[in-house]
């Protein structure tokens, strides 16, 4: 493929640093912004140009890259008015970034493969500090041939880049590694409030985890920052948590399987959702602890 023409639809807290590290080490960038065109300036300053709808984008590139939401925004990037499916041509390769359900990328593949495009599940990892530095972790659904031609361009905004395996791996390897995630951070919120209903130094417990097994980034970034004070350690939503564990247990339930972990984990997220804390980061389960509870869990968490 050379050096690909790449278009870049999703200018967000990761989609950002994924067009600024793609642009400034060579890649001939055009991109589309909906809304906020704060993030673009910089792009325009390095040289990426800008067009008006997603499918002047598809026209202008080799490869899209999407960086959106979710399953419905995909859904309107590709089929929507002026949209991707229209403008695509063959040898067109589409990457979708995104969180997105395992069915719609199966209905992308089977709608733009008879028009000779390829699309691509790559989904990601790590925070948007890492996009800004282009250390992202991605996880690939292709064909050997595909992962190796698309490689270099993962590698100018990855650090790790993991070939999930054939089509729609990626997306389901994203689901099972953000269920973790999200069963660890629920567990972290919940015992902290148990420590403070009990009584317990919650400075005690976080002493203990940090010198044992339980310890890790997410845990520093969630229980270590509520120590601080600071419930923004992990810059992800609420409502995007709850979208992925939804589209994880839509997972477990298209293999039947059972997910009593996971559907608890889900409406522990859904929970904090109903109580008001949507946009506000994953930390703040804690908040939502406290809320459920009548506790100032996070005051608790100060106290030495």
Do not use: W
Request: glycine share 10%; proline share 5%; charged share 20%.
């Amino acid at each position: 493929m050379g050096n690909p023409r790449i278009g870049m639809i999703g200018l967000g807290l990761m989609g950002h640093g994924i067009a600024k590290n793609l642009v400034t080490k060579g890649f001939p960038l055009t991109v589309r912004v909906h809304r906020n065109r704060k993030p673009l300036e910089d792009l325009l300053a390095a040289g990426a140009k800008e067009v008006k709808t997603n499918g002047d984008v598809a026209r202008a590139a080799d490869v899209v890259i999407l960086c959106v939401t979710g399953a419905p925004e995909v859904d309107q990037i590709v089929f929507g008015d002026d949209g991707i499916a229209g403008a695509a041509r063959k040898g067109l390769v589409v990457i979708d970034t995104s969180t997105s359900e395992p069915g719609t990328t199966t209905k992308m593949r089977e709608a733009l493969g008879p028009r000779g495009v390829r699309f691509v599940d790559a989904p990601l990892s790590r925070t948007p500090v890492d996009a800004e530095a282009g250390r992202l972790n991605t996880m690939v659904g292709a064909d050997e041939a595909t992962f190796a031609e698309l490689k270099p361009v993962f590698s100018a905004y990855c650090e790790n880049i993991v070939h999930a395996g054939p089509p729609g791996h990626g997306l389901v390897l994203k689901l099972i590694n953000n269920f973790v995630a999200q069963a660890m951070c629920t567990a972290f919120a919940e015992a902290l409030s148990v420590a403070a209903k009990s009584g317990l130094s919650v400075a005690k417990l976080h002493q203990l985890m940090s010198a044992g097994p339980i310890n890790s980034p997410m845990f520093q970034m969630v229980v270590g920052k509520a120590m601080e004070g600071d419930l923004t350690g992990l810059k992800f939503t609420l409502v995007n948590a709850a979208k992925d564990l939804r589209y994880y247990t839509h997972l477990t339930e298209s293999l039947m399987l059972p997910s009593i972990v996971g559907e608890a984990v889900h409406q522990t997220l859904v929970t904090a959702n109903a109580l008001g804390f949507g946009e506000k980061f994953v930390p703040s389960l804690i908040e939502a602890q406290s809320k459920l509870t009548g506790l100032d869990v996070l005051g608790h968490a100060k106290k030495k």
